[in-house]
């Protein structure tokens, strides 16, 4: 179920989706259906480039990336235990001796993790396993380096590296937790995967308190030049699709 859901995934979110359309396009230009088949390149052509601009793009990650502010001062958070949701790894990178290194979301969100374990000296739980390389480096042990790096003794990490996807994250990281008698977390993962994250703890009776990091909306004011296509706006408006759709999947599914 969790590799079929990854595909269904694959082909509801850009660019599955937007392949389809197009190879769909073709298919009724060939069956000499022109108007239809011209119809549908021209919608597919203006999702593209609405998903590209950045007022769509922040839009899309706004209701996500505000529903729950950043705590106005990290320096009193009272929780008793931090958790990091992984973000991905970079396989065979150079500058990690061709191991893994942390990707540039899972970076941030370990850097977060340092600012405040600075402050409260609580353990920190990483989340992270393999989704496809059963036989590659582990999520969590590439996020364990990562914080002895920033300086963080080995003795305040707690390792979960089995989990697959943020339900899977949640539930093995409720077994910690209740075996360190933990009842409230500092949840740290990127704004944007902020709200489905809190949901799935909530519905595992986990006591979570959210500081989001890793914010990809940029509030400068919007001018002409947002209006132009980029890639990085048509990435995240990705990523903020593939919540909403995480979002309805677990409510369908689980009931969050």
Known sequence: MFYFSKFLASLFLPPGLIIILIISSIILIVLNKKRKGLILSFVTAIIVYNLSIEPVKNALLSPLENEFPFPENIKHLQCEAIVVLGGGIIRGSPDSN??????????????????????????????????????????ADVMEKTLVDLGIPKKYIIKEGKSRNTFENVSNIKSILEEKDVRLVCLITSAYHMPRSVYVFYAFNINAYPVPTDYLMDKKPLGWYSFIPKADNFFYSFLALKEYLGIFYYTFRYGI
């Open 98 to 139: 061709g191991k893994a290194a942390p990707s540039r979301s899972t970076l941030k969100r370990l850097y977060m993790a340092y600012r405040v374990w600075k402050y409260n000296k609580k353990p920190i739980i990483v989340s992270g396993g393999t989704v496809y390389y059963h036989n590659g480096e582990v999520e």
